[in-house]
């Protein structure tokens, strides 16, 4: 059974700081891993997404690694605003199109 | 394009009742999965139904039933109420091909008393 685990929980830092999320995950049999943006109360929005054959992908600000063989991926966030603060959620991809999500971080950026 | 779409946003039911949330996928995608969020906690699959037929499971009990029409909308229906029930209720369009992009609704909040 596939399990996907987000650290840290939880991470305040002040505006302007470069940060790292991850996401683990025990079964490297999968098709693609997602980034999404969670606002609160509201849906999901998709950050980026890496198909199991990339090794990584890049959309202003944000960059996410995947590296499959250690079951493991990252979403790097630069220059860190205010306005990033929100629930981020990694989703890995199995038969189907079947999304595991992790725990989420919920990050908080002070001005 | 338009997006995902739900209806009701917010619900409040009564333990032991029935409820209906809806559903309408994004333009052009014929696959629709729904996902239960727990307050807290990351969405957990619930069932997909792909050309109105069932397409896979997650541990999910038999009173969580669904139904997906000719245009792709898609219905998630919760008999019997429980209090653990209460969650945000999530729908998700994608092509039926596992390398696409998952695209996500607003969510409908199911509030059970």
């Known amino acids: 059974k596939q399990e996907v685990t987000q650290i840290p929980a939880a991470l305040s830092v002040p505006e302007g700081e470069n940060l790292v999320l991850n996401c683990s995950f025990t079964d490297s049999a999968i098709y693609n891993l997602q980034w999404f943006r969670q606002d609160p109360g509201k849906g999901l929005t998709s950050l980026l997404l890496?198909?199991?054959?990339?090794r990584e992908q890049t959309s202003g600000r944000l960059n996410a690694s995947l590296d499959k063989s250690s079951g493991r991926s990252t979403l790097y966030i630069a220059a860190s605003q205010p306005g990033d603060s929100a629930t981020y959620l990694c989703a890995v991809s199995r038969a189907g199109n079947m999304l595991t999500f992790g725990g989420g971080t919920r990050l908080m950026v002070k001005p | 394009e338009t997006g995902v779409t739900q209806s009701p946003t917010h619900l409040i039911k009564t333990r032991g009742q029935q409820v209906t949330l809806r559903c309408s996928s994004q333009s052009g995608h014929n696959t629709v999965s729904w996902y239960q969020q727990a307050l807290g906690q990351g969405p957990q699959f619930i069932f997909q139904?792909?050309?109105?037929?069932?397409?896979g499971r997650g541990n999910f009990p038999p009173r969580f039933s669904g139904l997906q029409f000719p245009n792709y909308s898609s219905e998630l229906n919760v008999n019997a109420l429980e209090l653990d029930d209460s969650a945000l209720y999530l729908c998700?369009?994608?092509?039926?091909?596992?390398?696409?992009?998952?695209?996500f609704g607003p969510g409908t909040r199911l509030t059970v008393t």
């Open positions: 890496i198909q199991s054959s990339q």
């Open positions: 998700a369009s994608s092509l039926a091909e596992s390398s696409y992009e998952q695209y």
């Open positions: 139904y792909y050309r109105e037929e069932e397409n």
